[in-house]
């Protein structure tokens, strides 16, 4: 069932860089939106980031603006996360997902439908 593979994901020391890409696995399918959320220990599960193909238009949660970037290809059903200034407080596994019909919310993890297995990121101190 899973249809998205998350990968990149590994230790970085604080102030690094990582980057995670997310492909489509299996069966194919089309995608209104793509993003990334992730999930620490003990905690509620994050917005990241999302990317809307229609106008190409991207969101970012307030933790992570000015440090991270996303990107992709809605042909190819792919999403990149580029990773700088990284502190150890972004440690988490992190979740590519995408929705198959259109929202209004892309900063909602129940509104997708599509999700990767999560790919651990650690950053040390």
């Known amino acids: 069932q899973v249809q998205l593979v998350e990968s990149g994901g590994g230790l970085v020391q604080a102030g690094g860089s990582l980057r995670l890409s997310c492909a489509a696995s299996?069966?194919?399918?089309?995608?209104?939106?793509m993003g990334w959320f992730r999930q620490a220990p003990g905690k509620d599960r994050e917005f990241v980031a999302a990317?809307?193909?229609?106008?190409?238009?991207?969101r970012y949660g307030d933790s992570v603006k000015g440090r991270f970037t996303i990107s992709g290809d809605n042909a190819k059903n792919t999403v990149s996360l580029q990773m700088s200034s990284l502190k150890p407080e972004d440690t988490a596994v992190y979740y590519c997902?995408?929705?198959?019909?259109?929202?209004?919310?892309?900063?909602?993890?129940?509104?997708?439908?599509?999700w990767g297995q999560g790919t651990q990121v650690t950053v040390s101190s």
């Open positions: 299996g069966r194919t399918f089309s995608s209104y939106a």
């Open positions: 990317i809307r193909w229609n106008g190409r238009t991207t």
């Open positions: 997902a995408a929705v198959t019909r259109s929202i209004v919310l892309v900063t909602s993890s129940s509104n997708y439908d599509r």
